[in-house]
């Protein structure tokens, strides 16, 4: 086929690599962007464009940001002493979604792994030590997912810690909301039974 | 919340709106973007900016392009005589996709509908009839959808050019591949019946 098509073709497989999309919905996105080019594909170029010249990491926390430092970490009425870490940007939004948290993050960009040589350089474990110091913080939170990986991850954390003014805690496990047991694998079952509470 | 984030947010509500994407999928597409800015990101803007400098209707056809005349238009092989009457380039891309067809085509753009205010001149038919005289055309398949919009529009075509030296035809309707009579509707069963073949 000719370079027209090319184009198209070549936009619509990258577009299908992407998380969420496939094949037949980057095929359908792509056609009705041409289609409908001032409403649909202008808008979009636009909000792209700026997004690839401003988006950096948070020079503090390595959230997602179109400054330097991102909005969560110059909010005043964030700096509770309370850092919660986490895997990626991925989770720190979900935590954002769930509103429950009011303190700021630190985004790790992984978990410990020598497959990937992630070692704790790279995971930005010094920089969270400074932090802990320089921000003062009462409170550790680990919000790692309840992984091998990121129970390791977790470990190494709190032993860093040890020794140090600060509370290391963790996300507790236990049933989801609106989660049947019928549904619920044996480990989330004995960890909620572990955890149990007074009724 | 602040600028950072709001840009974000208008980015993903943008996205969400395009038809395969919801909200979730276009938040994960958004996030795999801005985390991989060099590998997804820039690359996706660099087509998307060569498509919406470059893309264009067909003068001809109506099929989406990079050039004034599309790649099927220009191409001599495809100087069959058969014009492929279409609704939209989706319906062109689904054929192509077939192959079962080396001709060109003709995008109509919609269907006949006084509720939209699509008439002839807008749907481009005058168009066609010149084309059928310029190109001399022996034959117009009418590739039109099975619903009352689109066989309106059809009936419309061929009494427009009733009288002309051209054939008109139309897509065979019938059981799909693989379709199981048991799940098809009724229509379907009894236009298959009536255009039943020697076996």
Redesign the interface.
């Known amino acids: 086929?000719?370079?027209?098509?090319d184009?198209?073709d070549?936009?619509i497989a990258?577009?299908a690599r992407?998380?969420?999309?496939g094949p037949?919905?980057?095929?359908?996105?792509v056609?009705?962007?041409?289609?409908k080019?001032e409403q649909?594909?202008?808008?979009?170029?636009a909000?792209?464009?700026?997004?690839?010249s401003?988006?950096q990491n948070c020079q503090r926390c390595g959230n997602?940001?179109?400054?330097p430092v991102?909005?969560i970490c110059t909010d005043p009425r964030r700096a509770t002493g309370e850092i919660c870490v986490v895997e990626?940007?991925?989770a720190l939004?979900a935590m954002e979604r769930g509103g429950a948290f009011a303190g700021r993050y630190h985004v790790l960009g992984g978990t410990l792994s020598a497959l990937d040589a992630m070692g704790p350089e790279e995971l930005g474990i010094p920089a969270l030590l400074d932090r802990v110091q320089t921000e003062d913080a009462r409170e550790v939170i680990l919000a790692l997912g309840a992984t091998v990986d990121g129970q390791t991850t977790a470990h190494y954390i709190a032993d860093a810690l040890a020794g140090r003014d600060v509370s290391v805690t963790a996300l507790a496990q236990g049933v989801p909301m609106g989660g049947e047991l019928d549904y619920l694998d044996d480990g989330t079952i004995g960890a909620a039974l572990r955890a149990r509470k007074a009724f």
């Open positions: 086929m000719s370079r027209a098509t184009e198209i070549a936009l990258h577009l992407l998380p969420g999309l037949r919905s980057a095929r359908r996105m056609l009705h962007l041409l289609q080019r649909a594909l202008h808008p979009l170029l909000g792209l464009t700026r997004l690839a401003s988006a997602i940001s179109t400054a991102c909005d990626d940007v991925a939004w």
